[in-house]
């Protein structure tokens, strides 16, 4: 299982970003993905997950303002965020469970400035 997040960058509060993540190694349509942020000095917090099915799961703090989707065809998952604001500022991290086993790609960093 691979898995690499891509499109963070500096963006100034209010702005918008799509982060994406390309998996591959495992049949991609079989699982649920998630996106994770570290900011720093504090715990990896779960952002959005998003079942195989396409059930969608987002936290409280970026409800209405970011959107998890995914593309089965290309095995790419996506994270579109809206409303940017300095509390977002964190490395972004895709994730997936496969036999049991959590998988992590490589994060991406997302920095908003006031």
């Known amino acids: 299982v691979q898995l690499q997040a891509f499109g963070g960058g500096l963006v100034q509060a209010g702005g918008f970003l799509r982060l994406s993540c390309a998996a591959s190694?495992?049949?991609?349509?079989?699982?649920?993905m998630g996106w994770y942020r570290q900011a720093p000095g504090k715990q990896r917090k779960l952002v959005a997950t998003?079942?195989?099915?396409?059930?969608?799961y987002y936290a409280d703090s970026v409800k209405g303002r970011f959107t998890i989707s995914r593309d089965n065809a290309e095995s790419m998952m996506f994270l579109e965020m809206n409303s940017l604001n300095p509390g977002d500022t964190a490395v972004y991290y895709c994730?997936?469970?496969?036999?049991?086993?959590?998988?992590w790609g490589k994060g991406t960093q997302v920095t908003v400035s006031s």
């Open positions: 994730n997936t469970v496969v036999g049991g086993v959590n998988h």
């Open positions: 190694g495992y049949i991609f349509s079989a699982y649920g």
């Open positions: 998003i079942g195989r099915g396409g059930t969608r």
